[in-house]
């Protein structure tokens, strides 16, 4: 039987070279593409993927939040990371979110497919050129201890407002999205500012992209 994939980019063009390549083999099929987070998350629960091949940097809801609400939902499905250009703490952040692998955009085609079997064969696969960071990052972490604030300190739903504030949508279009009022906005938007002792808007998104909850685009 197929590997059911569902891919979750917000390039077309990216998506449409990864379909072309994967549907050429015959123990994988494409069975839907997403052009951001939320809507990777509503596919998934119709389309009830074996994978799901997700982009880190989405717009509307990113790749590490998508992947931690649809683990919670389908814990059955596997979550196999892409990014551009990848820190070690979004890496981190990707795999402590459920992610099985973690590639690199710039390698190999081949490399996708590779990395699509590894992880549907139950292990963990992470391209060479992060694998490494991945180790050197745990253990600066042991040793030394997350300094500053992290998006882990944040609320699922606070790291939603903060994704939708740092790609500049208003209050309004923020309690329209997420289905809530505009006090509950305002006042998600007050403790995120609280809880990372940020003062204005410009921080939050300075933070927001540092931190890889939005595309830097």
Do not use: W
Request: aromatic share 2%.
């Amino acid at each position: 039987m197929a590997i059911r994939i569902l891919l979750a980019d917000d390039h077309q063009i990216v998506r449409g070279g990864f379909r072309s390549l994967l549907q050429q083999q015959r123990d994988l099929e494409v069975v839907g593409e997403a052009g951001d987070g939320r809507a990777a998350l509503e596919l998934a629960r119709r389309l009830k993927p074996d994978m799901i091949v997700m982009d880190v940097a989405m717009p509307d809801l990113n790749g590490v939040d998508a992947t931690r609400q649809i683990l919670r939902e389908l814990p059955n499905v596997k979550v196999l990371a892409l990014s551009m250009h990848p820190s070690r703490r979004v890496v981190t952040d990707m795999l402590r979110a459920g992610a099985c692998g973690y590639l690199v955009k710039t390698c190999a085609l081949e490399e996708l497919v590779q990395a699509v079997r590894a992880v549907d064969a139950g292990k963990t696969y992470l391209s060479p050129e992060i694998a490494g960071g991945v180790v050197e990052e745990y253990v600066h972490r042991v040793a030394a201890g997350a300094s500053g604030p992290s998006p882990a300190a944040l609320s699922q739903r606070e790291r939603e407002v903060l994704q939708l504030v740092a790609e500049g949508k208003t209050t309004r279009q923020i309690a329209a999205a997420l289905h809530v009022t505009v006090k509950t906005v305002e006042t998600h938007r007050h403790n995120i500012m609280e809880k990372l002792k940020v003062h204005s808007v410009a921080e939050l998104t300075k933070y927001a992209i540092r931190e890889g909850l939005t595309p830097l685009e």
